[in-house]
């Protein structure tokens, strides 16, 4: 791991530019330091697919019968999305393992 303590000195707002220019805006100069410190040159993909994953427990967890379409709204998901997540099984977290 990098120390780049050095850069508390340093204004590297003017030198960001791309994807470290939308982590700084976005999540602030601690967390792009992290990265910088802990995984410098990776190329990263965030994906949604926890987002949608959790949207669709919250979903089976706040379901009353009537309110799938505030659901929908309020998770910012189709009609049809919900309906989906409604016509399957329960998602539940596997129980750990003995070795996790």
């Known amino acids: 791991m990098r120390d780049l303590s050095w850069m508390d000195d340093i204004d590297v707002v003017p030198f960001l530019e791309g994807d470290m220019a939308i982590v700084h805006h976005a999540c602030g100069p601690e ?3 992290a990265l910088w410190e802990g995984v410098p040159s990776m ?3 965030v994906s949604t697919k926890p987002i ?3 949207k669709r427990i919250y979903i089976q967890r706040n379901f009353d019968g009537s309110n799938a379409k505030e659901l ?3 998770l910012e998901v189709s ?3 919900v309906q989906e997540v409604l016509s399957r099984p329960m998602i539940r977290k596997p129980l ?3 070795f996790d």
Do not use: G, H
């Open 31 to 33: 967390v792009l330091r």
């Open 43 to 45: 190329t990263l993909y």
């Open 52 to 54: 949608n994953d959790a």
């Open 72 to 74: 929908a709204r309020f």
């Open 79 to 81: 009609d049809k999305f």
């Open 96 to 98: 750990p393992t003995l």
